[in-house]
Nanobody, 116 residues
Framework: QVQLVESGGGLVQAGGSLRLSCAAS????????MGWYRQAPGKQRELVAA???????TYADSVKGRFTISRDNAKNTVYLQMNSLKPEDTAVYYC??????????WGRGTQVTVSS
C-alpha cells in the first residue's frame, strides 16, 4: 500500500503559478497510475489531472493548457505544475491512485488559495 504526502500549496494571486508535489512511500509506486484531485468548499472531490504508469496524461477540461502533471519514479514523486491560476482553482489538492483505488488512503492534502 502506498502512503501519500502532498506539499507545495499556498496563497497566490490570480495569474500566478504553484508547483505541487506528492511524495509516495511504500512499494510499487511506479506501477500505479497517479492522479491529482481537488475539493473546493461545498463541492465534491474531482479529478484534475492523471498520469498512467507509462506516462500518458489526461486533464479535466477546466485545467487543460494550464496544469501539467508529471512523475519521477526514481523519487516516488508526482508533481502538478499549475500556471495561470484562477480563483476557481481554490481548493484542497490531493494525490492518489488513478483509477482511484478505495484501498488507497487519502493524505491530508495541500491548500491552494487563489486571490482575485
Amino acid at each position: 500500500q502506498v502512503q501519500l504526502v502532498e506539499s507545495g500549496g499556498g496563497l497566490v494571486q490570480a495569474g500566478g503559478s504553484l508547483r505541487l508535489s506528492c511524495a509516495a512511500s511504500g512499494r510499487g509506486f511506479s506501477i500505479y497510475g497517479m492522479g491529482w484531485y481537488r475539493q473546493a468548499p461545498g463541492k465534491q472531490r474531482e479529478l484534475v489531472a492523471a498520469t498512467t504508469s507509462g506516462g500518458t496524461t489526461t486533464y479535466a477540461d477546466s485545467v487543460k493548457g494550464r496544469f501539467t502533471i508529471s512523475r519521477d519514479n526514481a523519487k516516488n514523486t508526482v508533481y502538478l505544475q499549475m500556471n495561470s491560476l484562477k480563483p476557481e482553482d481554490t481548493a484542497v489538492y490531493y494525490c492518489n491512485t488513478f483509477p482511484f483505488d478505495v484501498a488507497s488512503p487519502w493524505g491530508r492534502g495541500t491548500q491552494v488559495t487563489v486571490s482575485s
